[in-house]
């Protein structure tokens, strides 16, 4: 019977040490996820805020032709409108 017992005994004094190093492991791992995972949403916010800045940039900039010269404003819609109707051509042909 002491035979059994002390393999019993090895075997958990064997098992416990690699279950701690596991557990030890995962919070690591658990971390570096995390950290990404900030660095991620950082970056996402980073961008959203230059998409914000540039469309309020040019929102300002469509106001002031709207305020400044409404020809030229004018003149600006019909190439636009040109241009995008060769394309559709383009695009059918």
């Given at each position: 019977?002491?035979n059994?017992l002390?393999?019993l005994?090895?075997t958990?004094?064997l098992?416990?040490?690699v279950?701690?190093?596991?557990?030890k492991?995962?919070k690591?791992?658990?971390k570096?996820r995390?950290?990404?995972?900030k660095?991620?949403?950082?970056?996402?916010?980073?961008?959203n805020?230059?998409i914000?800045?540039?469309?309020?940039?040019f929102?300002e900039f469509?106001?002031?032709?709207?305020n400044?010269?409404?020809a030229l404003?004018?003149?600006?819609d019909?190439?636009f409108?040109l241009?995008?109707?060769e394309?559709?051509?383009?695009q059918e042909?």
């Amino acid at each position: 019977m002491q035979n059994p017992l002390t393999i019993l005994f090895v075997t958990v004094a064997l098992i416990v040490p690699v279950d701690q190093i596991q557990a030890k492991e995962d919070k690591e791992l658990r971390k570096q996820r995390q950290e990404a995972q900030k660095d991620r949403q950082a970056e996402k916010n980073e961008r959203n805020r230059e998409i914000a800045d540039a469309a309020k940039a040019f929102r300002e900039f469509t106001r002031g032709l709207k305020n400044e010269d409404p020809a030229l404003l004018k003149d600006i819609d019909t190439e636009f409108k040109l241009t995008q109707g060769e394309k559709k051509k383009l695009q059918e042909g």
